[in-house]
């Protein structure tokens, strides 16, 4: 039972992050004249800053009710434990939120037409999610 | 069309991250894998089977090249608009290449694949002094997804120049 309430929470989450990823390239590209690629780079980064928030507060939060201390989102996937608020915000929301095939596929393109543009996708997208990463983990353990 | 294209991608997106969850699960307590050889499978997998969906979509739908392809300089890739095809073909074909589009690629595809479960085991890799896991990590997925989608690209290609539907 455990088992299907947490892919419920996963769908669920999977759904709101996939439909708020399409919303925001729909509307970049109805509002802006910036290429699409832009689009998803925003999306990965604004989804790295809330995977890190998310799990730093989720961490907080089972720190503060005296669980052990390791990263609860390792050990929920390596062990699918039942904590939903992992699966929905965590894997299910910020992991579909963000996206590295469509990423991949934008590289591709950008390979083929405007290779400086290529070197600032993967090094913008890769150091700044790894700062935003950093940012939201800093940020959610204040909560 | 707008709320069933919203349909499309939620479903889509739900199914995707399922399958991630499970794929994942799947990779890392099953078969035992570190979490991030896990995800990484899981990206490259996505990465390999966005290019085979979107060169099928574009073979199978797209008469004009219209879409993200309008943007590339090689847009002569693709053949020319059928002169036989009537506007409201074109037009119900537009429709179902973008429900596909939405379904496939933003949903599933799009949810199966993540860029922040990425970023945030390579950082996880960084503060617990393994560095050698974010680079390994880093430049394997960037530099074979790309690898990765040029497979599945030019493997649709293949397949639709060989195949006679």
Known sequence: MVFLVAYLCVFLGGALGALSRFTVQELFGRWT??????????????????IGMCSAWLQGLEASL???HL?????????????????????GFSGAFTTFSTF????FFLFHGRRGWLVFNIIFSVVIGYLSVWLGWTMGQGF | MIWLKLLCVAAGGGTGACLRHGLIYLFSDVAGWPVYIAVMTVNLLGCFLIGFVFMYIEQKYRYDG???????PY????PDKDPTASAVDQFKMDQNAELVAAFGITGLLGAMTTFSLFSLLSFQSIQSGAPLEAVINTVGSVLIGLVAVALGMSLASYRATTSAD
Do not use: K
């Open chain 2, 75 to 78: 847009r002569n890739w693709w």
């Open chain 1, 71 to 91: 990263s609860p989102l390792r050990r929920y996937i390596e062990s699918q434990t039942d904590d939903h608020g992992i699966s929905l915000l965590v894997v």
């Open chain 1, 66 to 68: 005296q669980f052990e």
């Open chain 2, 66 to 72: 219209a879409m993200r392809v309008r943007e590339l």
């Open chain 1, 104 to 107: 991949s596929l934008d590289n």
């Open chain 1, 33 to 50: 004249r910036l290429p699409g690629w832009i689009a998803i780079l925003s999306v990965n980064i604004l989804g790295c800053f809330a």
